[in-house]
């Protein structure tokens, strides 16, 4: 019986760190402003943080309430950072803007939740149209509801590449003072030392990003069919 009682002691020690390491991670976004957006729920935080919970062999649990998290992603103050966006202006080369200056009394397309918004529309005295993603923002400007869609740089960059816009838009220049930084934080010391080397090889393979580049333009398409370049 004592021996019985010593093996199902050494078996439950044995297991306990692989029971511990199948824990949820849990993760809360934070903020209103999501990079890379598209239609539906998946966003691009939510493949970046399964990649990196897959190698620390836990399964991701998203969560609403923020006191309920582990992991908080989004445009912290601290944190390790996993996407940097800079705005900038998308516009036609025919019948677009110059300069942003030319955006006073015009109509820019935005994704709604980002701040840039607000300092664009005071900045250059234009109007905001405000869409649920990026991917609409950008169809927005296909079907001419706006004169130039503001995003981030490193997207609309990719965008020209493409021939669907390559050729009949172009970029104006950015404005890096107003760059926004999403970080990720974990509240534990451990748990964050050991998120760091995964976000740190997460930003600079960009791998994923490139995906979630051509999942934008993707949707940004099929949501604007039959709107060509002016």
């Not at 402003?33 to 239609?39: A, D, N």
């Not at 030319?102 to 149209?129: D, H, M, N, W």
């Not at 981030?152 to 816009?165: F, I, M, Q, T």
């Not at 509240?187 to 979630?212: N, T, Y």
Request: net charge positive.
């Amino acid at each position: 019986m004592r021996a019985c009682i010593v093996w199902l002691l050494l078996w439950i020690a044995g297991t306990a760190p692989l029971v511990a390491a199948q824990e949820p991670l849990r993760v809360s976004l934070v903020g209103t402003m999501r990079p890379l957006s598209v239609p539906g729920a998946q966003r691009y935080e939510h493949e970046l943080v399964r990649h990196w919970a897959q190698q620390l062999g836990r399964p991701v649990q998203l969560v609403e309430r923020r006191d309920q998290a582990d992991v908080w992603m989004g445009p912290l103050d601290q944190g390790l950072a996993y996407y940097k966006s800079e705005p900038a202006a998308l516009t036609w080369r025919q019948g677009g803007i110059a300069d942003l200056r030319k955006l006073a009394g015009q109509t820019f397309c935005i994704v709604e939740g980002s701040p840039y918004g607000a300092v664009f529309a005071e900045r250059f005295q234009a109007s905001a149209k405000t869409y649920p993603s990026s991917a609409h923002a950008l169809a927005g400007l296909r079907r001419k509801q706006c004169i130039a869609v503001i995003e981030d740089r490193l997207l609309l960059e990719h965008l020209l590449s493409l021939p669907e816009w390559q050729g009949c838009a172009r970029t104006l220049p950015p404005l890096p003072e107003l760059a926004i930084t999403f970080r990720v934080l974990a509240e534990d010391v451990a748990l964050q030392s050991a998120l760091q080397p995964l976000v740190d090889r997460s930003r600079l393979s960009q791998a994923i990003g490139r995906k979630w580049f051509n999942e934008v333009a993707f949707q940004a398409r099929m949501l604007a069919e039959g709107s060509d370049c002016p």
